[in-house]
Nanobody, 112 residues
Framework: HLVESGGGLVQPGGSLRLSCVVA????????MGWYRQAPGKQREMVAR???????TYADSVKGRFTISTDNAKNTVYLQMNSLQPEDTAVYYC????????WGQGTQVTVSS
């Protein structure tokens, strides 16, 4: 069970921090990822964090987004800085391997 939050309307150049509370499986023992789906487009990977601590990012967000986890809270975060209109999408989190059913996501809208 995955519950995303933290989205909203932000101006270009602004920041948001998304949270994903995970239930049923331990974040500490699983690679986690953030994904997004813009209107009319397929869902795409945004960021992943592996058990080693290694992180990977889509080229479009590299240097602007940071994925992290809080194992004690079983929560995954996505810090998004320097947001641009093309970042507008519904954002989801999920396990990288053996994904669960998708949550409801959280809407991020970047607009002036």
């Amino acid at each position: 069970h995955l519950v995303e939050s933290g989205g909203g309307l932000v101006q270009p150049g602004g920041s948001l921090r998304l949270s994903c509370v995970v239930a049923g499986r331990a974040v500490a023992f699983n690679a986690m990822g953030w994904y997004r789906q813009a209107p009319g487009k397929q869902r795409e990977m945004v960021a992943r964090i592996f058990l080693s601590g290694k992180t990977t990012y889509a080229d479009s967000v590299k240097g602007r987004f940071t994925i992290s986890t809080d194992n004690a809270k079983n929560t995954v975060y996505l810090q998004m800085n320097s947001l641009q209109p093309e970042d507008t999408a519904v954002y989801y989190c999920n396990f990288v391997q053996g994904p669960d059913a998708w949550g409801q996501g959280t809407q991020v809208t970047v607009s002036s």
